[in-house]
């Protein structure tokens, strides 16, 4: 294989460049406009209803009147917001969604109008990098939202947001650092080339998808993609808009333009991190096996084409998931990015890096290797099934249940049992309705006799 020569990047003529950005901007709006038709048009079908179907054929206007409604309704602004941060936070989002599509490879090597060039807007040598760095900063925007609105909902909403996010971006960047390490770059477009070698074990050599990431490096593209539906609030980690608890989230007292601007950087979130996993797992731009073998179909015009093959996977997927799969609790939430993805995410990169030393070094070939190793998963296994402190179980008596002992009614949680109305009645510290319980007895009393 040959290495991409990224000084192809940052020559282009300047009207090739806005050429190239005017196509990225219209792409991504059209894209997003048919994502959300796409997500109706889908969960209709597995919800066993038609979905929208009016505007226009099969509905497909309907994600642009949707827009268009939202554009010229009015725009509300609490009275005790902060003004300029609330009308901020929502474009940090957006251009944050705009900007992270300019790292990603939608094709290799073209000539377009005369000029050899790349379907891709920019490339560094710590690409991902930048990425994640520009996805940490949509981090402000869910902040900066929920303090703003001068509201307990979107503030409440704002901090669980961020707390998962947080929680979420950590296991996300050490789950690639595996990718980094077997690819020997960060640069986008020299990862997906990196895919493209022949995956060999011994004289036994595959040339085609073998060699993507997703197969090599399976605990990291699992932990990536469970990452994704945090980072983007979808179902099942879409606690930041829990209709039952928190209204719509950081977005509660926004309408208009403004709360179309989150959705609209909502949708772009999903589908920009579906291009990421099919750039650093999937293969990118690469053609599918074995199509890969056909000439006629392994052309760099159509990248794009198996590119956004592979990136509509992920999309269903997310459709898919939110279908069937209900929301969980912020403390699972929480559990489940703390205490497992980021401790198998650092450990699987450990192993990895050992691994790939091993080869380097020859280690693998060595018997006395192999024992060692051996014996430490062993003792791993071991730790993890048997070790560990043992929590005797202590039997709790039963205490009385109060649903009014805080002052507001609680449901029963577990065994408990809500008794009757005089008892609860009796048992609350609110007399105002203990007077109406006791005019209601004799009202009742003086009716029967």
Same mark, same amino acid.
């Given at each position: ?15 090739? $460049?806005?050429? +190239?950005?005017?196509?990225? !901007? &219209? /792409?991504? *709006?059209?894209?997003? %406009?048919?994502? #959300? ?38 725009? $509300?602004?609490? +009275?005790?917001?902060?003004? !300029? &941060? /609330?009308? *901020?936070?929502?474009? %940090?989002?957006? #251009? ?354």
């Amino acid at each position: 294989m040959i290495p991409l020569d990224l000084s192809l990047f940052g020559h282009d003529p300047v009207w090739l $460049v806005i050429v +190239k950005v005017i196509i990225w !901007f &219209v /792409f991504i *709006l059209l894209a997003t %406009i048919f994502n #959300v038709w796409l997500e109706r048009r889908t969960l209709g079908r597995m919800q066993q209803r038609i979905g929208p179907n009016f505007a226009g054929p099969f509905g497909l206007i309907q994600a642009l009147g949707d827009g268009l409604k939202l554009l010229f309704k009015e725009d $509300v602004t609490p +009275k005790l917001a902060d003004r !300029f &941060v /609330f009308k *901020l936070a929502p474009f %940090i989002m957006t #251009v944050v969604a705009f900007g992270t599509f300019s790292l990603i490879p939608f094709g290799g090597t073209v000539k377009m109008f005369g000029h050899q060039t790349q379907l891709q807007l920019v490339d560094t040598p710590a690409a991902v990098l930048l990425y994640l760095a520009l996805t940490s900063i949509a981090v402000y925007g869910v902040v900066l939202a929920g303090w703003s609105s001068s509201s307990t909902y979107a503030l409440l909403g704002g901090l669980r947001s961020t707390a998962s996010m947080i929680s979420y971006e950590i296991a996300m960047g050490l789950s690639l650092v595996s990718v980094f390490l077997y690819a020997g770059t960060m640069s986008t477009s020299e990862i997906v080339q990196a895919q493209a070698r022949p995956l060999q074990f011994g004289a036994a050599q595959w040339q085609g998808s073998m060699g993507w990431y997703f197969l090599l490096l399976i605990p990291s593209f699992i932990i990536y993609v469970i990452s994704m539906f945090a980072e983007t609030n979808r179902q099942p980690f879409d606690l930041p808009e829990a209709e039952g608890e928190l209204g719509s989230g950081y977005m509660t007292e926004y309408s208009g333009m403004t709360y179309a601007l989150f959705f609209l950087s909502e949708y772009i979130n999903m589908f920009m991190v579906s291009c990421v996993a099919t750039t650093l797992f999937m293969g990118g731009y690469l053609p599918i096996w074995p199509f890969n073998n056909i000439g006629v179909l392994n052309n760099p015009w159509l990248g794009p084409v198996w590119f956004l093959i592979k990136a509509y996977m992920f999309m269903f997927l997310f459709i898919w998931v939110r279908a069937t799969i209900p929301r969980i609790r912020y403390d699972q939430l929480m559990r489940l990015g703390w205490k497992w993805l980021i401790p198998v995410s650092l450990g699987w990169t450990m192993l990895v890096a050992v691994f790939r030393v091993g080869i380097a070094d020859g280690w693998l070939g060595s018997r006395g290797f192999w024992i060692t190793a051996i014996v430490v998963a062993a003792v791993l296994i071991a730790l993890l099934l048997f070790g560990g402190p043992r929590e005797t179980a202590v039997e709790e008596e039963p205490t009385a249940f109060d649903p009014y002992a805080g002052g507001y009614p609680v449901p029963p949680i577990g065994d408990q049992k809500v008794p009757g109305l005089v008892d609860v009645v009796s048992s609350a510290a609110d007399e105002p309705a203990r007077a109406v319980l006791s005019e209601t007895s004799d009202s009742q009393r003086r009716a029967d006799s």
